[in-house]
């Protein structure tokens, strides 16, 4: 398996969680990096994104200032730090590795891949 994401579970609105993935198999401190998310009957969404330094980062309106990527290229490991909390968050969280340095602020699925199983995280109101 590529990529193992870990850290979801069960929190109230207002809550605080960190997702994170590791990746192997690749050279993957060359590559940008990004979360989507996908809640029960919807389509995968774009969350955030860092470039391969991490010197880039761009989230979707409706995460900006809550959450905070970041990455540690040494450990091969994604982060996805979830602060406030709100119902709307709950859905399966994926990370995926591009095949580029950067991507675009707003980046679909198809720019990227080795996509790992998901780390469920549930926010009750």
């Known amino acids: 398996v590529p990529t193992v994401e870990s850290g979801g579970g069960s929190v109230q609105a207002g809550d605080s969680l960190n997702v994170s993935c590791v990746f192997s198999g690749r050279t993957w401190r060359s590559y940008a990096m990004g979360w989507f998310r996908q809640a029960p009957g919807k389509e995968r969404e774009f969350v955030a994104t860092?470039?391969?330094?991490?010197?880039?980062?761009y989230y979707a309106d409706s995460v900006k200032g809550r959450f905070t990527v970041s990455r540690d290229n040494d450990k091969k490991t994604l982060f996805l730090t979830m602060n406030n909390l709100r119902p709307e968050d709950t859905a399966v969280y994926y990370c995926?590795?591009?095949?580029?340095?950067?991507?675009?602020?707003?980046?679909?699925?198809?720019?990227?891949?080795?996509w790992g199983q998901g780390t469920r995280v549930t926010v009750s109101s």
């Open positions: 995926g590795s591009s095949d580029k340095a950067y991507v675009r602020p707003i980046p679909g699925p198809a720019d990227f891949g080795s």
């Open positions: 860092i470039s391969w330094n991490g010197d880039t980062t």
